[in-house]
């Protein structure tokens, strides 16, 4: 159990007049989590600057700041009681103890970019912990390691990593604006997962909350929930705040190329060559494919481009020679390529400009869209005819801000077992697909259409994806998978119904390790893992 000291009242008297001009009365329901938390927090100059409360006038701009998908920014959305940005581990341990004394689920966010707002949005009483203050990174070249911290964004760390050396980087993913939290307890993969896996096979380390408040490292928490941690979903087993990540080599140059064939130039079957392909290309080599609408050559018209787009871990010369011998196809030329840097590729891949990497210091540097995202992964070539049918859906309406994102696997991952972590996807797939459809926020109201059309592409490749289960990508959440009795007992067998497609059998470990580290299931969402005996089935409910 958590202990704590005997405290002042005086932070709780500051608290009570800050409150109190915001507009919040001591006859609020929820007056005792706050009472509660005053009292761990230091003075005045912390409460204000950790509790966000919703009369406070820095509470929306705190809230909305890390929302990246503004399908959950509307009057309607479910907010927080309270937003808690804790300075220091003793702020989230309060956090946490205060949460679970008075009746609050906790909603954890790094970054703000999961998908489903479970991050930050919840149908029951909660209480959100944003871990912004949670940034710090530390790079031991010599060692070839790295500590960052839950809220630190992976921009944040690549351009650490790059501030150090232009010989080492990281296998994490291509949006610099993600939270590092929640995409390692994902798994993770970029640019570099053929070569070195997904982020999470490089974690080495990890300092965690558990749910009785204990700071536990890899050697406390022991070997099965560091393994569950590492690629088992966020918000599940305790809170992570920070990871010890193992440095992998890059060489100097590295060569980054584009081609764009659309409907016209044989996009179809060029795309269904690159599936025969692309994953038997030595693993010094990422290729990705983007299918998205665009401009036809015929003014007032639409067509469907195929973007091929890849990155060698070697010079200019060498990718041409490889891919004229292996993909002659693609007719890639010199002028398709650039040589540059790893993190100049951070910035080519992240759809940035390539004049200064401070752009990845700026969480603000992409527009913010509402979006619906489902995930796909293929074990066998699609036929042309399928592919037309695909490509001709891309053509309607509603996909006019719509993407299918297409990296090829093999390499490494064909060598990493399918247990070795909770994410299970590695040997036999050809490539993993996500589909995001996107609309503006003035556009929320006719969200209907564009997640029906999801729906609609989803549905239309059934017969050419992973089957018994259908697999997904556990960062890309989607309810339309199933979901969990939010506050209530969520059975081995209903949750069990989304947890295999994105965890296959390392889903009955996964709730093994649920069971003993918390099995009252505090922390919880919409598709956590849950224990095999929750409290309400205890009650009999």
């Known amino acids: 159990m958590m202990k704590f000291p005997q405290f002042s009242m005086l932070p709780f008297l500051m608290v009570v007049v800050m409150l109190s001009l915001s507009g919040t009365t001591l006859s609020h329901p929820h ?14 100059s912390t409460i204000s600057k950790v509790i966000y409360v919703q009369n406070n006038p820095s509470y929306l701009s705190v809230l909305n700041a890390s929302i990246h998908n503004t399908r959950f920014s509307t009057p309607a959305t479910p907010k927080p009681f309270a937003i808690i940005t804790p300075l220091k581990t003793s702020h989230v341990r309060s956090t946490l ?20 707002g479970l991050s930050y949005v919840s149908e029951v009483p909660f209480v959100i912990l944003d871990l912004l203050n949670f940034r710090a990174i530390k790079i031991d070249t010599k060692n070839e390691v790295a500590w960052v911290q839950s809220g630190a964004t992976l921009g944040e760390l690549y351009y650490a990593i790059a501030a150090k050396t232009n010989t080492l980087a990281f296998p994490a993913g291509m949006c610099h604006t993600v939270g590092a939290g929640g995409h390692f307890s994902g798994g993770g993969y970029g640019t570099l997962f053929r070569k070195y896996g997904l ?8 300092r965690m909350i558990d749910v009785n408040g204990r700071i536990l490292d890899r050697k406390s928490m022991g070997e099965d929930v560091f ?17 010890k990540l193992k440095l992998v080599p890059v060489p100097a140059v590295v060569t980054v190329f584009t081609v764009n064939k659309n409907l016209e130039q044989n996009a179809t079957k060029i795309f269904h060559r690159w599936q025969y392909i692309a994953h038997k290309l030595p693993d010094d080599l990422f290729m990705n494919v983007w299918i998205t609408k665009v401009n036809s050559s015929q003014v007032g018209t ?9 990155m060698l871990l070697g010079g ?32 080519y891949f992240g759809g940035l400009p390539l004049q200064s990497v401070d752009i990845l210091l700026d969480k603000n540097a992409l527009p913010t869209l509402s979006l619906k995202a489902k995930s796909d992964y293929v074990k066998e070539p699609i036929p042309e005819s399928g592919i037309e049918g695909l490509m001709s859906m891309f053509l309607e309406e ?12 093999g390499g490494k991952m064909d060598e990493i077992p399918e247990n070795e972590l909770p994410y299970p996807h590695r040997a036999g797939n050809l490539f993993e697909a996500t589909y995001i459809v996107q609309w503006t926020k003035e556009q929320n109201a006719e969200s209907g259409k564009y997640i029906s059309w999801s729906r609609r592409l989803y549905s239309y490749m059934t017969p050419y994806v992973s089957k018994s289960p259908r697999e997904a990508y556990v960062n890309y959440r989607d309810l339309d998978l199933g979901i969990n009795n939010i506050n209530d007992y969520t059975s081995y067998e209903q949750a069990s119904i989304w947890g295999f497609k994105y965890f296959k059998n390392n889903f009955k470990r996964l709730v093994q390790v649920k069971t003993k580290v918390d099995p009252m299931n505090f922390f919880r ?15 009999g409910n």
């Open 31 to 44: 007056w005792d989590f706050l009472h509660c938390l005053s009292l761990r927090l230091a003075n005045y």
């Open 97 to 116: 103890y205060c949460s679970k004394k008075h009746g609050f689920q906790l909603r954890i966010r790094s970054g703000g970019h999961d998908v489903e």
């Open 199 to 206: 982020a999470a096979d490089n974690i080495i380390d990890a």
């Open 227 to 243: 393994w569950a941690i590492r690629g088992g979903g966020g918000n599940t087993f305790g809170i992570v705040l920070a990871w």
């Open 302 to 310: 639409k067509t469907v481009q195929a973007t091929f787009r890849g």
């Open 316 to 347: 200019v010369d060498e990718l041409i020679t490889l891919i004229q011998d292996k993909f002659p196809e693609l007719g890639l030329a010199e002028e398709n390529c650039n040589e540059m840097s790893w993190i100049e590729s951070v910035l």
């Open 398 to 409: 509603e996909a006019d801000n719509a993407v299918a994102m297409i990296p090829a696997f």
């Open 525 to 539: 969402n919409e598709q956590s893992i849950p224990p095999l005996l929750s409290p309400w089935k205890k009650k």
